[in-house]
């Protein structure tokens, strides 16, 4: 998929990737990377202005932690607003994905 | 210390300008990202992958626009609301009549006006659109600094005694406040504006 297509859903990858962990820029874009077995690859600078986006709106929530002898690093966790959330978004996509695959499907 | 992260950091901080509080905390962590990629691939291609400064900040800009539109917003209400209030409570105490003298109709026309600028400001908002709420949040501005000038000036003509010197002057010194609070968050929007200007 291209980062293009990616972008409308950039919010909801991001809050299905932190999901129940608190974690940092770079681990998200590496747990993106993986778990889409590196199909998602973003441009790394598109991250963090989105999850700036989405602290903003409440869905995410940031603290700084510094483990001993490591580097000091923002980690994000989701809200209980970005929990609703990211509940309404999946289902939101199940329908969609659905729908999609009927249409396609029939044509295949 | 110099190499490409610092070179690129400082670009980083030139861009971000318009928002000093944004650009202290994306710098430290985009520092701490780009360290963890230069250990991997090395600084130069750190850099490279992460995208133009120019591009970046304008992301930071429009991920912060809805933020920035309603604290401004916010700023304005308190304002209209708060001269509303202090306007009333000047009137109430100095027992002030109405009159038909030009002050009264700056006094009064300008805080109806500021209102319905305000308001349309907060209808706007939500849309997104930086110009037309920058138009109506400065003509809001300018409207209440009338309205609070002409509205002090009749406190004053109308009061004679102490007490009643003392509360025109905090009520207005408060009105003050709450326009330099107007004032620095139009301020702050018109550099968002020009960062998201094509």
Redesign the interface.
Same mark, same amino acid.
């Given at each position: 998929m291209s980062a293009e297509m990616l972008k409308g859903h950039l919010d909801a990858v991001l809050l299905a990737t932190i999901g129940d962990d608190a974690l940092?820029?770079?681990a998200i874009i590496e747990a993106i990377r993986a778990r889409s077995g590196g199909h998602f690859d973003l441009?790394?600078?598109?991250i963090?202005?989105?999850l700036?986006?989405l602290e903003?709106?409440g869905l995410l929530a940031s603290r700084w932690v510094q483990p001993d002898g490591g $580097?000091? $690093? $923002?980690v994000y966790s989701l809200t209980d607003s970005g929990r609703r959330s990211l509940v309404e978004r999946r289902a939101g996509w199940q329908s969609f994905a659905t729908g999609i695959d009927r249409v396609l499907g029939a044509r295949a | 210390m110099n190499g490409p992260i610092a070179a690129y950091l400082n670009e980083l901080d030139d861009v971000l300008a318009f928002d000093p509080s944004l650009s202290r905390r994306?710098r430290?962590?985009?520092e701490?990202?780009l360290?963890?990629?230069a250990d991997r691939v090395g600084e130069a291609a750190a850099v490279r992958?992460?995208?133009r400064p120019a591009?970046?900040a304008r992301?930071?800009a429009?991920?912060?626009l809805?933020?920035r539109l309603r604290r401004t917003c916010v700023a304005a209400a308190m304002l209209g609301g708060g001269t509303l209030l202090l306007m009333r409570l000047r009137t109430v105490v100095l027992d002030i009549q109405g009159s038909a003298d030009p002050l009264t109709w700056f006094d009064r026309g300008g805080l109806l006006a500021a209102l319905m600028c305000i308001g349309a400001a907060w209808w706007i908002a939500p849309r997104r659109r930086i110009a037309p709420v920058r138009r109506w949040l400065h003509f809001a501005a300018g409207s209440l600094a009338l309205s609070v000038g002409a509205s002090l000036v009749r406190a004053f003509q109308g009061a004679s005694e102490d007490r009643a010197h003392a509360l025109i002057v905090a009520t207005g010194l408060v009105e003050l406040v709450l326009l330099a609070v107007l004032m620095t968050q139009l301020a702050r929007l018109d550099r968002y504006a020009r960062r998201l200007a094509p």
């Open positions: 940092h820029g770079y441009p790394e600078g598109t963090y202005p989105a700036h986006r903003l709106a $580097r000091k $690093r $923002r | 994306v430290d962590e985009i701490s990202h360290r963890d990629t992958r992460f995208g591009d970046i992301a930071y429009e991920a912060a809805p933020d």
